[in-house]
């Protein structure tokens, strides 16, 4: 009975700690959620520096003492060089809501803001298999946006630039691939679950109105009707000849009719077709460009919230209350 009462105890406790600071959180997260956000921050990462120290790092592990001294003074020499420009990178790795778009925004700002036309210029290292029309279109409206300030654009692609991801390339003077690097997709595509039959056989019934003949062209739920197919297939293939034309109008020296179809390719193809320039990785492209200019890497943080900040707090001090009790219950057990 002791045992028994004392074992009570504990777990009255344990829980009424962890509701405590559950309710403690909870307010917290509610004032923070009522407070504005505060803004972010870019950062400017000198990738030149970057690199020369991992290089000599190396080197000094690799050489012997008369290749060392050789080494540094060569060094040396460049270091007094003046570069002839500078490089800034960013990276856009692309979800289908293409949120990232918020970033890339502020990093195009950052950079418009001190590049020098006549000497610097601009690297995207692009990774996006696509996604929704309006979030890539603005995407690729921020990269046109270098050009427009005349500064050179070079798009790199590791991965993947399909559909979305190659409206952004397409944008640049030069599309720069490794030769697995899938590209092209140029298409457009739609597509909605219905279960007006599955709802209809359990007699339930669905109830939609609109003003405006073609509000709801389909719908999930209500009976969808073959004039509202067309009208739906009619406004894809409108999206879809923006789309061409778009690419069209970046890239003049394609056969927009054969590449439009949707498909895509690995770029050591595809540049046969016009739609990469160069096949080599982002990597050496970088590597090359630092022998002559500043390399920059531009990168947009947003500062988190008070209510994010204290939600990763939350869970992991949840997670070790968890622990906790998991392992005092289960030595009351033994």
Known sequence: MAFLFEYGLFLAKAVTIVFAIGAVIVLIVGAGQKSKNESGEVELKDLSKQMQETNTRFVEQALDKKELKAYRKTLKKQ????????????????????????????????????????????????????????????????LNRVKVHGLPLTVCVDKVAA????????????????????????????????????LKKNDVDFEQITAGEYKRTLTMF??????????????????????????????????????????????SYAK????????STSDDVLMSLDQTHQLYKVTYRGKKSLSEKMGLGFSAAIEKVGVTLWSKVNNARL
């Open 79 to 142: 270091q007094d060089e003046q570069p002839e420009g500078r490089v800034f990178v960013v990276d856009f790795a692309g979800s289908l809501d293409a949120h990232e778009v918020k970033n890339l925004r502020e990093e195009i700002s950052a950079i418009l803001t001190i590049a020098d036309k006549s000497k610097d210029q601009v690297v995207v290292n692009v990774e996006s298999g696509g996604g929704v029309v309006h979030g890539y279109g603005l995407a690729a409206s921020q």
């Open 163 to 198: 559909s979305g991801g190659y409206m952004m390339a397409c944008v640049a003077d030069k599309i720069i691939a490794a030769p697995f690097a899938i590209v092209g997709s140029i298409g457009v595509l739609a597509q909605i679950p219905n279960f007006h039959k599955l």
């Open 222 to 267: 209500g009976e969808n009707t073959e004039k509202g197919r067309e009208k739906f297939k009619e406004e894809i293939e409108h999206t879809h000849g923006l789309f061409k034309s778009f690419v069209a109008q970046h890239r003049p020296q394609l056969d927009i009719s054969a590449v439009a179809t949707g498909e895509h390719w690995f770029a």
């Open 272 to 279: 046969s077709l016009n739609l990469v320039d160069e096949i």
